[in-house]
T-cell receptor, first 114, second 115 residues
Framework: AQSVTQLDSQVPVFEEAPVELRCNYS??????LFWYVQYPNQGLQLLLKYLSGSTLVKGINGFEAEFNKSQTSFHLRKPSVHISDTAEYFCAVSGGQGAQKLVFGQGTRLTINP | NAGVMQNPRHLVRRRGQEARLRCSPM?????VYWYRQLPEEGLKFMVY????????ESGMPKERFSAEFPKEGPSILRIQQVVRGDSAAYFCASSPLSGGNSPLHFGNGTRLTVT
């Protein structure tokens, strides 16, 4: 069975500062990895995904993430955040072909201060 | 192309009543997933359906909860005899393909409050 751990429940940063949201996963099979963002009272929107190939994945809104198989991590980064990035961020894993469901982490609340 | 549509957005039920949550997937999507989000928690998988079939219901509570995705019409998540602990946001997601590499498209959720 897969599991996802998001190490920080809340991350406050100042506007234009860099940010990293941490995600570690466990799985006995090859995985696909995802980051989703949830704005207040809305559903989840896909930020980026790792399926195969290059371990550095670029997504929307200037976010990127790096897949590290040896450390079983998939940390999300942005070099300079904006007020509009304030949201909840979820890391998720699926277990490859034939295992369709996504398993989510607990979420990290990113708060951007002016 | 309309996204995943969920209704109602907000639903209030008294203890013991039934709650019906509806989800219309994106056009062309035949795979539907239901997730539950409790306050201050992540999303927990409930059930995965294809048209007329339940594929994986490993996250569904054994009693009072059921789901369907008929040949025609939306997917329905039904909760009978609701209790306060059922208060949560329920999200539906759809995808066009099976397989874990197909990203899910989420609706805006139904927020159920049990009084």
């Amino acid at each position: 069975a897969q599991s996802v751990t998001q190490l920080d429940s809340q991350v406050p940063v100042f506007e234009e500062a860099p940010v990293e949201l941490r995600c570690n996963y466990s799985s006995s099979v090859s995985v696909y990895l995802f980051w989703y963002v949830q704005y207040p009272n809305q559903g989840l929107q896909l930020l980026l995904k790792y399926l195969s190939g290059s371990t550095l994945v670029k997504g929307i809104n200037g976010f990127e993430a790096e897949f590290n198989k040896s450390q079983t991590s998939f940390h999300l980064r942005k070099p300079s955040v904006h007020i509009s990035d304030t949201a909840e961020y979820f890391c998720a894993v699926s277990g490859g072909q034939g295992a369709q469901k996504l398993v989510f982490g607990q979420g990290t609340r990113l708060t951007i201060n002016p | 192309n309309a996204g995943v549509m969920q209704n109602p957005r907000h639903l209030v039920r008294r203890r013991g009543q039934e709650a019906r949550l509806r989800c219309s997937p994106m056009k062309g999507h035949s795979h539907v997933y239901w997730y539950r989000q409790l306050p201050e928690e992540g999303l927990k998988f409930m059930v995965y359906l294809q048209k007329e079939n339940i594929i994986d219901e490993s996250g569904m509570p054994k009693e009072r909860f059921s789901a369907e995705f008929p040949k025609e019409g939306p997917s329905i998540l039904r909760i009978q005899q609701v209790v306060r602990g059922d208060s949560a946001a329920y999200f539906c997601a759809s995808s066009p393909l099976s397989g874990g590499n197909s990203p899910l498209h989420f609706g805006n959720g139904t927020r159920l409050t049990v009084t």
